[in-house]
Each structure stands twice: as structure tokens, then as C-alpha cells.
């Protein structure tokens, strides 16, 4: 069951009407052309059937004016159709445009702690499957809108002509009816039941491609391919069902086709003789009758994907349902930035704490490395500081000359000015190397740019590349080294210039050498600013003006490294055994 939840038919209807409502015009454009269109295809057969009164009752006369009439109207018609077809597929691509819109701005704006218990699966299919399964459906679902005017026009029309007519004409009504309940009284379930099943497969094949390297180690290649297996078995088979109802949807609209045409030749046959209706008037209704079959069969055809796409839309409006966190605005902060923990704890799994218990202060403009272990939990305590996650108990503080803020209870957007995390899961943005610095602070001219790039040794390589700033990078674009993209991550936060740096392994990524050079940028970025930095390379630590020790999600140790060193302990240890081979990193 998901975290996330699903809009309800309402929820869906309103986020529809949100979308259309910003489009006003062209819903107006499309609505004017659309029933222009429509009165053009019933006009024909009204035509035809005073034609055929005129050849019955030997008007001559005015029959030569109503077939020239007839085929003004056949060409006019086919204009006006041509322009409601553009009007409404820009109204549909433009809905389309939004809901892309709103389902990407929705799922960045979630809590990556609602994100997390989601799971990455679910959100993937509602941004990817459920919006690509969305805009398919728009273009049908402007035809089918088209459709329904043309219905409603040309039974207006036929109740004109005789209202007995209009009772044969509407005897196929009952049918399609009950054909229609019945598929939606089980469609809207399937359909639902088939997204949840298609996200339920991307969730366990995300997991398994993510999961390669345990999957492997583990050797739990067989045990996932059958996962794989039976979570594709489960959506074939829904699938399957969804399609044997579509056709007991399709026989039944065969059905009432033929009970419609049959239905209004027979009470035509019968109104002519007794001299109620005219042959042109039945001829017309038949006629009618018979041009519907087109629109019929494309909305109650289509009633299968708009129900495939609302199902899907509803997925998608759930995202946008997640009620934002209110949290204060913070204040922009003025001069250095000092860190305070008290009693702070986190939990992943709401058994163990994996920081049991931190308190710590950084004074401003200082910088503290935190060393340990493996699965000490640094990580989490620099994740808890950037604001990734909230802790979950205790309070993290961030002060400036002016009073303080709590880490997790302020706006992000506003914590980010207050801090910037690097981590070694570095992203590079597919673009121009420019664009992915200019994400760092937007409009910073190149000279500033080449400048961040020469703070942190990178202007020599980026200056080599062909296309130097221009260079494509990230997906399908030129290839960065992992030093080359951890050089990117240092160079926007020269840019962002954060007061206070949380640095999560920069370096631990490259090779030795590599390393080094980027140990050397990542500490030049220290100079005069509050930091925070997980060292996995004890020369790093040293470079800090604290160290503190994490072991066991706690702070055993914390001082300077020649207090450390003093004080023989675990730090103390941990950097004798270091010592000899200064490129060894820390943990494995
Ligand atoms: N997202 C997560 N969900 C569940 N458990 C997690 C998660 N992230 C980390 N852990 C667990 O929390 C513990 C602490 O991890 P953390 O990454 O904070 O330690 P660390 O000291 O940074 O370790 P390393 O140096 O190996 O990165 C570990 O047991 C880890 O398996």
C-alpha cells in the first residue's frame, strides 16, 4: 500500500477543472468550433431528406438550389471539423502540458521522508507511466467531448423533425445504457487495480537494477527474477481482465447500433403510412441515426482510455494532495553561522538509533571533522544538519549574530541559504557545464564561474574540454571523471557560498592522486566559514579545527588533533594507524 495517496473521483474532476481554467480562451475556441462542427454533420442529413421530399413530391424547382446547398455545407462542415480538430488537440496538448507540470512539481516539492517510505517506485511510475498514459489519452478524450456535442446536436434535431422519431431514435439508450453501467461499474476498479499493478512491477524492477551489487553479492539473482516473475504475472492478469471487459463494452455497442437503426425504420415504415412524416423526414432520421454511429463508437469506445487516463490522473492529483508542511520562514542570516545540537537522535526503522544522543556545538567561522567507523552514523548526522531528513528526537539549531533556527522546522528553500551539503552522491545535470554551475546561482556571469572553477584546481580541465563551459555534460553529453564531477559539486558551492558547509565524502570517491587534489580544493573552501565535515581521510580531519569521534551513533571523543593525540585514545589510535600510509581512507 502506498504512502502517497490517490486523488478520489472529485479530487481528479477539480484538478481537471484547474487546468482547464487556466486556459480559458482556448476552451472557449474549442467549445464555439466544436458545436459549429456538429450542427455541420447533422445539417447533412436534414439536407438529404428534403432532397428526397423534393424528388417524391416533384418539387424540381428547388432541388437543384438544395443540392447545391447540400454540398456548400458538406465543404463547410469539413472546414469548420478541420478547425475544431486543431482547436481542441491544442486545448488537450496544452491540459496535457499541465498536469506533466503539476505532477513534477508535486513530487519535487514532497518530504524525502514521505518520498522514502513511498518508495522510489511508486513516485517513478505516477511522473513517468501514469502522466505518459495521461496525455495518450487527451487527444481521444478532446474527440470523445467532440463526440458527445455531435450526440446531443443531432438528437435535438431529430426530436425536430417528429417527437415519435426522437422516442425510436432514444429506444437505443436503454441499451447502451445498461452496457455502459455495467463496464463502469467494473472498469473503474480494474483500470485502477492495472496502475497499481504496473507500479507495483517498476517498484521491484527499480529495486532490483538499483540493488545490482547486493543482488549479485548476495546471490539473490533467482529470488529477485521471481519477484520480478510473479509481480509481472500479477499485471498481465489484470490486464487481461481489463480487456475482456473493453470488449463485452464493444458487443454491447454493436447491439444497440443495430436495435437504434432497426427501431427507427420500423416506426419511420409506419409513420409514413399513416401520413404522419414525410419519406424525407425518416430518411433524414436514418440518416442521422447512421452518422452517429461514428461518434457513438468513438465515446463509448474511448470511455476505455479516459478511464485508463483518469485512473491515471487520479495517481497523479494524489501527488499534488500531499499537503505541504507549514513551516516559519527563515530569516536570511547575517555573519557566521554556529551549530547546536542537543539530545538529537535518528531512527530509520523506529527500533534503532542510529545517532543515540548527540550534543554538540561548532562556534562560528569554525570547522569540525567527524571521524569513525563504518555505520557510525556520520552520515546521518551531516544528513540531520543539511536538513535531509528530520531527526527524530532532540533539536538542531543554527545561530547567527541575530538569534537562531531550527534545522527541519524552517522552509528548505530557506535553510539552503543558510547550508549546502556536498555529497558524494554527486549529480551531474544533463546540459551545458555552464547550466550545472549557473544551478549553484543563477545569472553569475563566466568570469565569476571561471573563477569558482580555478578555486577548486578545475579551470585546466574544463578550460581543455572542446566546448569549454558549453560542453554537454551529464546524460548522452560528454563523460566527467568522478574527481572531474566532485570539482563540479565544489565549484557550485564556491558559487552558492553557503555560511555554513556540510561536506559528506567529496573525496572519497577518487582514485589517491585524485583524492588529493580534491582534499586540497574541499579545504580551501573551509577558510572562514562554519563547516561540518565527515573525513574519511584522517588528513582531512587534521586540516579541521575539531575533530569529534562517532562510534555507535554517539560523540565519544571531541578536540583539536594535537589535543586528541594526547589524549591517547580512539582518535589518537585511529591515527597511528593511519599515519604510515596517508592514502589509505578511513573506512573501507
Ligand atoms: N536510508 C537508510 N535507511 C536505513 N538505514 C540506513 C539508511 N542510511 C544509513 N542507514 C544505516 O544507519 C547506520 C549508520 O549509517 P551512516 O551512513 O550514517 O554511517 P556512516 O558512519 O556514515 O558510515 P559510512 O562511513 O559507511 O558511510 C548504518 O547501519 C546504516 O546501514
Redesign the pocket.
Known sequence: MSALPVATGRQTWNGLRRSAARHRREVALAGCWTFLASTGIVALPMLLGRCVDDVRLGRSSSLPVMLVLTGLVAVLGAVVTALAQRATARLGALIAADVREQAMTGALGLEPVLL?SAGSGDITARVTDDVETFVAAVPLITQASTALTTVLVAVGAVAGLDWRLAIAFAVVLPIYWFGLSRYLARAGALYASERRAAAERGQVLLESLEGRPTVTAYGMAALQADRIERASAQSLEVRLRTVGVSLWLSKSMNAAEAAGLSSILVTGFWLVRADLVTVGAVTAAALLFHRLFDPLGTLLGSFDEVQRAGAALARIVGVTLVPPRVRPQAPLPHGGVRVRLRGVRHS??GV?D??AGVDLDVPAGSSLAVV????????????LLAGLFPATAGTLCLGDDHGQIAVGEVEPERLREWVAMVSQETHVFAGTLRDDLLLARPGTPDGDLWRALARVGAERWVAALPGGLDTLVGAGGHLLTPVQTQHLALARLVLRDPPLLVM??ATAEAGSAGARDLEQAALALLDNRTAVV?A?RLSQARACDRIAV?DG?RIVEIGSHAELLERGGRYAELWRAWSPQPARPL?P
Open positions: 522514502e530509520y526503522d534503532h542510529v545517532v569513525g567507523t563504518s555505520g557510525a552514523g556520520k552520515s546521518t548526522l551531516a544528513g559528506d565524502e565527515v574519511h562517532m551513533g573506512t
